[in-house]
């Protein structure tokens, strides 16, 4: 069975770090795109990071960018997204999703992947 399974969020103050982490089993990472997306409470969900099977394509939403960063590790089978400077506007539940792919694209739209974790809380406060 295919699963993705975030991990990583809680509560950190304003101008903190979190490395969240999305691991897959059932299946191998090194075949798929990675998404990771995020959704508050009372808005849409959004698209936060993406990167291609390879690695070696990344995208970031524009009030993200310089702040956070995508990466993969095939060999562990997970994908991270290394936020830093956190604000309170980052707070909402983050997801990964997977995408199975034979080119090295960075797909950055939800309705491209397939496969979704159940996300984690991430929550920016003092």
């Known amino acids: 069975q295919l699963q993705l399974v975030e991990s990583g969020g809680g509560l950190v103050q304003p101008g903190g770090s979190l490395r969240l982490s999305c691991a897959a089993s059932g299946f191998t990472l090194d075949y798929y795109a990675i998404g990771w997306f995020r959704q508050a409470p009372g808005k849409e969900r959004e698209g936060v990071s993406c990167i291609s099977r390879s690695g070696g394509s990344t995208n970031y939403t524009d009030s993200v960018k310089g702040r956070f960063t995508i990466s993969r590790d095939n060999a562990k089978n997970t994908v991270y997204l290394q936020m830093n400077s956190l604000r309170p506007e980052d707070t909402a539940v983050y997801y990964c999703?997977?995408?199975?792919?034979?080119?090295?694209?960075?797909?950055?739209?939800?309705?491209?992947?397939?496969?979704w974790g159940r996300g984690t809380q991430v929550t920016v406060s003092s």
């Open positions: 999703a997977a995408r199975r792919t034979y080119i090295s694209v960075a797909y950055c739209q939800a309705d491209e992947y397939n496969y």
